[in-house]
Antibody, heavy 123, light 107 residues
Framework: EVQLVESGGGLVQPGRSLRLSCTAS????????MSWVRQAPGKGLEWVGF??????????EYAASVKGRFTISRDDSKSIAYLQMNSLKTEDTAVYYC??????????????WGKGTTVTVSS | VIWMTQSPSLLSASTGDRVTISCRMS??????LAWYQQKPGKAPELLIY???TLQSGVPSRFSGSGSGTDFTLTISCLQSEDFATYYC?????????FGQGTKVEIK
């Protein structure tokens, strides 16, 4: 069964850092792109960032709201994707979902989502 | 940035109804559009990708149409388990963007 499990969420003060992990199972992790999406309490979905597979350079893309503060990386040997979040702001409070990216020509869509991990930024 | 206008934001319907949700783009995206369903407290689930391709395991009462700037999600015969929030999402260009969501509630 294809599964994504996020971990690492919690309560953190503004300005501090947190690293989320997304552990994958049931598929060959290294063959796929991965992405992070967040949802603030009572709000809609917001795409955070994306990392291509090593076969496509392992390059990353970010939303403007997190660029320069958040970094996505991957460890294919452990089947884990990471979201390093620095200089956290109260507006980063959200449930963070990890998703798998399926290539479709030169594009990717998200087919599998984890259950999410909650990040609360508050003093 | 590609902006998306999803409508309506709230849709009241009864079991058995045919419902339609619209998603309009600020610029053309060919057919690089997905639809997701989200139930309270749960992660979103993929319903449709490439504007009209049904994800494996999704009931055939769901269908998608459109290309360019105008897209539609249709539920042909609403079932009790379909009361949820639906989002469209473009993956034509970064940053990926989502519609604001449509909550389908019981009338």
């Amino acid at each position: 069964e294809v599964q994504l499990v996020e971990s690492g969420g919690g309560l953190v003060q503004p300005g501090r850092s947190l690293r989320l992990s997304c552990t994958a199972s049931g598929f060959t992790f290294g063959d796929y792109a991965m992405s992070w999406v967040r949802q603030a309490p009572g709000k809609g979905l917001e795409w955070v960032g994306f990392i291509r597979s090593k076969a496509y350079g392992g390059t990353t893309e970010y939303a403007a709201s997190v660029k320069g503060r958040f970094t996505i990386s991957r460890d294919d040997s452990k089947s884990i994707a990471y979201l390093q979040m620095n200089s956290l702001k109260t507006e980063d409070t959200a449930v963070y979902y990890c998703t798998r990216g399926i290539p479709f020509y030169y594009y990717y869509y998200m087919d599998v989502w984890g259950k999410g991990t909650t990040v609360t930024v508050s003093s | 940035v590609i902006w998306m206008t999803q409508s309506p934001s709230l849709l009241s319907a009864s079991t058995g109804d045919r419902v339609t949700i619209s998603c309009r783009m600020s610029q053309g995206i060919s057919s690089y559009l997905a639809w997701y369903q989200q139930k309270p407290g749960k992660a979103p689930e993929l319903l449709i990708y490439a504007a009209s391709t049904l994800q494996s395991g999704v009931p055939s009462r769901f269908s998608g149409s459109g290309s360019g700037t105008d897209f539609t999600l249709t539920i042909s015969c609403l079932q009790s388990e379909d009361f949820a929030t639906y989002y469209c999402q473009q993956y034509y260009s970064f940053p990926w963007t989502f519609g604001q969501g449509t909550k389908v509630e019981i009338k």
